[in-house]
Structure formats: C-alpha cells, structure tokens
C-alpha cells in the first residue's frame, strides 16, 4: 500500500506518442473513471478524441458500465489473449520499465515500499519528458520540453516552512529526506519521512 492508501496503478498510454498517464487506485474498480478523467484530459489538452482502447483481459475493462460508456463515446475495443502479452506489447513493456526503474530507484535511496507510488510517478513523468531523439511530451503537445525543474528523485531538499505554519521556535528552511516530481503539474512533492507525509 502507498502513502495515500493506493495499492494498484493504472497506466494508459499513446500509441503515437508514447505518452503515458498513470493514475493510484486503491481498488481496480476506478479504472474506468480514471479512463473518463484521461479521456476528458487529453480532448481539452490537445482536442483530439481517443478512438480506440486496448487492453489485457483483467476484469476491471469488462463491467457493463465501462463498456456502455466506451460504445456511446464511440471508442472501439481492442482485448489480448490471455497469456499473450506480447499482442498489448507497448504496454506490457512500458509497465515492466515502470516498476524496474522505480523499484531501484526507491532501494537506491533506501526508501521504504510504501513510497513506490511516489517512485512510479516520477518514472513515467521521466519517460514522458526524455527521449532518445525526441521525447514523447514533444510528439504528443508539439513543442520541446523545458527540463530545468528536474531533479534528482530521492535527494535531500530544504523546504521553506511558512510564517503562518510556523512555530514559534521552528527553524525557517527546514530539511526534508526525499523529493519526487509529480507527474501532473511541474512542481516538487516533498516527503517529509518523520510523519510520513507529502508536503
């Protein structure tokens, strides 16, 4: 389970682009409104509508509500065999990168398995943001990356702790252990390991 109480993740990704969304679940059943949220996302992002969706045969893409939505939104259905990974292979490969990348990352910094939400956030919006010879932020909004706020994923960081939130003899930058990037704004997610929270 991680910090926030999620114990799955979803990955959508573009098949042109290779853009990837990921979003924590605690239960498998919110994979379809994660769907509609995405679907929503990409048509204000870039107005395009997403024509098709494939997926493995877990169950959480078979409920009748999730179907209903896809054939009234006219998206066409595409399913793997079972056992068959290699029919939904972007995806397939994209997610064993995913937990690979973020599993060392998170034993690099010797953090503990529940911050590997945190690590998975930050490889895809990694992924989304480097490329090889172009990135798939580029090929999926058009323009470059701007790729001045990375950081490195697990290093320390001081955090400037405001007036308001202060006590009275609490130091004003205060270290924290561990930063993130998280993937849906450009922003530092700070964890601060004594309370085992994100700031």
């Known amino acids: 389970m991680s910090l ?21 679940i605690k239960k498998k059943s919110e994979v379809s409104d994660c769907f509609r949220n995405l679907k929503n996302l990409v048509e204000r992002e870039i107005g395009r509508k997403i024509k098709s969706l494939r997926s493995d045969g877990g169950k959480e893409y078979f409920s009748g509500q999730f179907n209903g939505y896809l054939q009234q939104m006219g998206i066409r259905r595409e399913f793997s065999c079972r056992y068959t990974p290699e029919q939904n292979g972007i995806a397939e490969r994209k997610n064993r990168s995913v937990v690979e990348v973020a599993r060392e990352m998170r034993e690099e ?4 398995k529940f911050y590997w939400a945190e690590a998975v ?35 320390i ?23 993130a990037t998280r993937t849906n704004r450009r922003v530092i997610s700070v964890i601060t390991p004594e309370p085992n929270k994100l700031a």
């Open 4 to 24: 926030g109480g999620s114990q799955y993740s979803v990955s959508f990704t573009n098949d042109y682009s290779r853009h990837t969304w990921i979003y924590l």
């Open 109 to 112: 910094k010797s953090m503990p």
């Open 121 to 155: 956030r930050t490889v895809v919006y990694i992924h989304n943001w480097i490329g090889e010879k172009v990135s798939a932020h580029e090929l999926y909004f058009g323009r470059k990356p701007n790729l001045r706020h990375l950081r490195v994923f697990g290093s």
């Open 157 to 179: 960081v001081y955090v400037h702790v405001l007036k308001e939130k202060r006590r009275s003899w609490m130091r004003k930058p205060r270290s924290v252990s561990w930063s």
